[in-house]
T-cell receptor, first 115, second 117 residues
Framework: IAGITQAPTSQILAAGRRMTLRCTQD?????MYWYRQDLGLGLRLIHY???????GKGEVPDGYSVSRANTDDFPLTLASAVPSQTSVYFC??????????????FGEGSRLTVL | AQTVTQSQPEMSVQEAETVTLSCTYD???????LFWYKQPPSRQMILVIR??????QNATENRFSVNFQKAAKSFSLKISDSQLGDTAMYFC??????????????FGSGTQLTVLP
């Protein structure tokens, strides 16, 4: 089934540890995004990539990094996790970042708890 | 920067009745898109309905319809004949052109809707 796969689905992590959330899509979408979801705040954009080889910062990028080596993969790395990064993380994609509507297709989310 | 406001953190409705979720947004753009996404307990984000700002006609998808008031910057979602499966968090989202010429979505804080049997 075509779509976006995220891994892991859930993880508990000690503060200070490094963590990479994986995201793979098989829809050949140009643009990919990482959001975090927190109660009362909705979804906030962390980083995005309009096409393979390019990335950009969203609303809340501090403490996170991304890479886009190819069209399909868009990993999110927390270099040194802190408790405030406890959240549910969603990877998403859209077909055309410039000509498209902005409609997003989402993965199923990764729940991360930093202790 | 665009902002999206959902002023109702929680709502409830009796099964088979109609409920309206409100959303307002702030933008200086004239050409944009608006969305309602649904997030059931499964956590999956599901697109409910989409509205193009240049279209005056309100979008409709089966039991879901919107009341789009461009001048007032309002985009409410009406759910008719509510069903238990409609219980979910509903997010309003705005897609404008920030960061150069690419569209990005800005989300509201969400409205938790509970359909009561």
């Amino acid at each position: 089934i075509a779509g976006i796969t995220q891994a892991p689905t859930s993880q508990i992590l000690a503060a200070g540890r490094r963590m990479t959330l994986r995201c793979t899509q098989d829809m050949r979408h140009n643009a990919m995004y990482w959001y975090r979801q927190d109660l009362g705040l909705g979804l906030r954009l962390i980083h995005y990539s309009n096409t393979a080889g390019t990335t950009g910062k969203g609303e809340v990028p501090d403490g996170y990094s991304v890479s886009r080596a190819n069209t399909d993969d868009f990993p999110l790395t927390l270099a040194s996790a802190v408790p405030s990064q406890t959240s549910v993380y969603f990877c998403a994609s859209s077909e055309q970042p410039v000509k498209g509507t902005g409609e997003l297709f989402f993965g199923e989310g990764s729940r991360l708890t930093v202790l | 920067a665009q902002t999206v406001t959902q002023s109702q953190p929680e709502m409830s409705v009796q099964e088979a009745e109609t409920v309206t979720l409100s959303c307002t947004y702030d933008t200086s753009e004239n050409n944009y898109y608006l969305f309602w996404y649904k997030q059931p307990p499964s956590r999956q984000m599901i697109l409910v309905i989409r509205q193009e700002a240049y279209k005056q006609q309100n979008a409709t998808e089966n039991r879901f319809s919107v009341n789009f008031q461009k001048a007032a910057k309002s985009f409410s979602l009406k759910i008719s004949d509510s069903q238990l499966g409609d219980t979910a968090m509903y997010f309003c989202a705005f897609a404008g052109r920030s960061s150069g010429s690419a569209r990005q979505l800005t989300f509201g804080s969400g409205t938790q809707l509970t359909v009561l049997p």
